[in-house]
């Protein structure tokens, strides 16, 4: 049966490519959401249309799971780091 903490040199490599991958996730969530803000906003011009604000804001909710996992496993590495 496989631990859920990992210990050895692999498993900190793991968590680091885990940790690195949702990262870039958040970065490029980071960089889209500005123009798909714009692009609603420019549609609600074009056509009083509120109902396209509601994808704009449920990004930023829809990746809150995603940064408080970054969160977590630079907490795991940095404590594994220093054993």
């Given at each position: 049966?496989?631990a859920d903490n ?23 969530a980071c960089i ?52």
């Amino acid at each position: 049966m496989k631990a859920d903490n990992p210990s050895n040199p692999q498993d900190l490599k793991t968590l680091k490519k885990q940790r690195d991958f949702f990262k870039g996730l958040l970065i490029g969530a980071c960089i889209l959401w500005p123009f798909v803000l714009a692009a609603a906003i420019y549609f609600y011009y074009k056509t009083d249309n509120v109902a396209l604000f509601i994808p704009t804001m449920t990004l930023i909710v829809g990746f809150l799971p995603i940064y408080l996992r970054v969160k977590t496993l630079s907490a795991e590495i940095k404590s594994k780091e220093l054993n």
